[in-house]
């Protein structure tokens, strides 16, 4: 079975820490993706990966940064987290380049930037 | 600027009702178009679509993609309240030009409650 999985559900963290979100799969994905989500607003991308060390800003980079150094592992960091940064982060992973398949996800991380 | 707009945002039904979701959408080099349902978890993947007028169909589930007119929707019949969630149409298209990598450009959601 496909597994995506997000090391915390919740996360409750203070201003201007350096917060860190895991996101692993077991099915030898090359993309990666992360998203956040808040109400009305739909997901938006903030970052993706297509390989090992490669990654590409989506529509929301700012204020965070990923890092994929093994090809099961995306972590997205928030250099300096801020109230406005308080969300649900969903990872997501999806077959390589060129392949037209769905994408799938995580439980999400509910964080909260207190 | 949205590039997938769904609608409704919000709908309230009674089981046994039909609802029927839509999806517009205006992408470049359109792939495919998904719908997932998004209890208050991740995203399951319900259907994928990528040619016109072929129904995909999954018990009282069925979705139709109409690449003219750029949209797609998203049918249930004799809903149960098991239905409840907020359903998300994305749409594939490539990074950037001609590139391989592909991304999901997600809607808003609609959100459907569905009463006993």
Redesign the interface.
């Known amino acids: 079975d496909v597994k995506v999985t997000q090391s915390s559900r919740y996360l409750v963290k203070r201003t201007g820490e350096k917060v860190f979100l895991e996101c692993v799969q077991d099915m030898d994905h090359e993309n990666m993706f992360w998203y956040r989500q808040d109400p009305g607003l739909g997901l938006r991308l903030i970052y993706f990966s297509y390989d090992v060390k490669m990654k590409e800003k989506g529509d929301i980079p700012e204020g965070y940064s990923v890092s994929r150094e093994k090809k099961e592992r995306f972590s997205l960091i928030l250099e300096s987290a801020s109230t406005n940064q308080t969300s649900m982060y969903l990872c997501a992973s999806s077959l390589g380049p060129g392949m037209n398949t769905e994408a799938f996800f995580g439980q999400g991380t509910r964080l909260t930037v207190v | 600027e949205d590039k997938v707009v769904q609608s409704p945002?919000s709908l309230v039904v009674h089981e046994g009702d039909t609802v029927t979701l839509n999806c517009s959408y205006e992408v470049t080099n359109f792939?495919?178009l998904?719908w997932?349902k998004q209890e208050k978890?991740?995203?399951?993947?319900l259907f994928?679509l990528?040619s016109s007028g072929i129904e995909k169909k999954s018990g009282r589930l069925s979705s139709i993609l109409d690449k003219k007119e750029l949209f797609s929707i998203l049918n249930i019949t004799a809903t149960q309240t098991g239905d409840s969630a907020v359903y998300?149409c994305?749409v594939?298209s490539p990074?950037i030009g001609g590139?391989?990598?592909?991304?999901?450009y997600?809607?808003?959601?609609t959100q459907l409650t569905v009463w006993p």
């Open positions: 945002l792939r495919s998904l997932y978890k991740a995203p399951t993947f994928m990528t998300l994305a594939r990074w590139s391989t990598l592909g991304r999901l997600f809607g808003r959601g």
